[in-house]
């Protein structure tokens, strides 16, 4: 097998977990949800637990395939790290946008105009961002341009942004967000350090954050603790940005808090060394007895651990990464094993197109689920107005279903709605990259 080529499995396995992630965050009605599509509600692990992390691990797993082949081609290390710095940063970058959508929080006083000028910006900003990244070959006069208009847009819209943007209570951590520093991290980690040091780094990291959380004294006097609002990543989130600007449901702590991002990048780092061991010149057999031993090993530990460092994903605790991480290992060689040895394809084309895709598929979701809740009609009055959202669940769902499978129903419905046009960009071959 020639494994310089893209890695089937793990187009899968992206694909698989973007359908779920799209699928988790996208219920009818959050209260009648199937509990298997919840998140624990602190302590604990449900299979929704699984998502993100796995997004993460997969994400690390494609490192040494993509920055391993470009280091083997001679590309030199200041453009290397160049290119994962802009991607780190985009990637962030998109985060905030997802929170800043559709309002982009205008101040009261701006002029009206200037909204709408906003937007047309936006259209031919991300007109051009499109064309450029669906097509890479595309080096002539006419992408140039494109790139020029991307320029131009994008600055024209920060010019607007400092002057008429309400910044006061923007989110500032957040899925991409946190992706971006992974990524960032663990891509670095990679090009500057052996896998053993790169091992080093990622127990000290679990080791440290355990002990941050568990020994240490949180400022003003509180315990050592691991509750929501209390433990030293919650007060570290309040203390350098404010309540403001972190999670809106709860305020005093985040989920994508800054210190639980450390463990996080251990994450990434069980995929790369993944990845590491997926690519390497050895016999499928060999490939999957490391992962299946080592997702088994991880596991195990991640368990054993939890008895005295309790696995949480909110917080991201060590014995989190090592049972997620193990999980993800067994996952994905059951997929390697299916796929790529044994050429079972046909049953996971649909993934494949939404791995592909991954990206757009994601930022997709969240604006489309962020535009029907925006769009409303009905009065003059707010409370009285129904959005696009609500009409469709009331309309296409609860009256046939009952409210587990309507909600449910609703979530699958934004699967397939996103899975279309990740479909139509597969099918003219568009692969946006960043």
Known sequence: MDFSKRLNALDIFRGLTIACMILVNNPGDWTNSYKVLLHADWHGCTPTDWVFPFFLFILGVAIPFALGARKEAGVNGSGLTKKIISRSAIIFALGLFMALFPNFRFVESGPESVLYIHYVLLFFFMTSVFIQASDEALLNKTNKIWKYVAYFTAFCMFIIGIMYYDWSNLRIPGVLQRIALVYLAASLIYLSFSIRTQIFLGISL???????????????????????????????????????????????????????????????????????????????????????????????????????????????????????????????????????????????????????????????????????????????????????????????????????NASLGFALFNVGVIFFFTWLLYHRQIYLKV
Not at 267 to 292: H, M, P, Y
Not at 315 to 329: F, P, R
Not at 353 to 380: D, E, H, M, Q, R
């Open 206 to 404: 679990l080791l440290g954050y355990w002990a941050l959380l568990t020994l240490v004294p949180v400022p003003g006097g509180t315990a050592p603790n691991l509750d929501a609002e209390t433990n030293l990543g919650a007060w570290l989130d309040r203390f350098l940005l404010t309540e403001n600007h972190l999670w809106g449901q709860a305020k005093t702590w985040d989920p994508e808090g800054i210190l639980s991002t450390l463990p996080a990048i251990v994450t990434g780092l069980i995929g790369v060394w993944t990845g590491i061991w997926v690519k390497a010149q050895q016999s499928w057999q060999e490939k999957l007895g490391k992962l299946a031993l080592c997702g088994l090993l991880l596991v195990g530990l991640g368990l054993l651990w939890d008895f005295a460092f309790p696995i949480n994903k909110k917080i991201w605790t060590s014995s989190y990464v090592l049972y997620v991480g193990g999980l993800a290992q067994l996952f994905l060689a059951a997929i390697y094993y299916i796929v790529d040895v044994k050429y079972w394809t046909s049953w996971g084309r649909p993934f494949r197109i939404f791995g592909t895709n991954a990206l757009f598929a994601y930022v997709l979701s969240g604006l489309f689920a962020k535009l029907i809740s925006a769009i409303k009609w009905g009065g003059p009055e707010p409370e009285k107005m129904i959005s696009l959202r609500s009409w469709l669940y009331d309309s296409l769902f609860v009256p046939y279903f009952s409210p587990q």
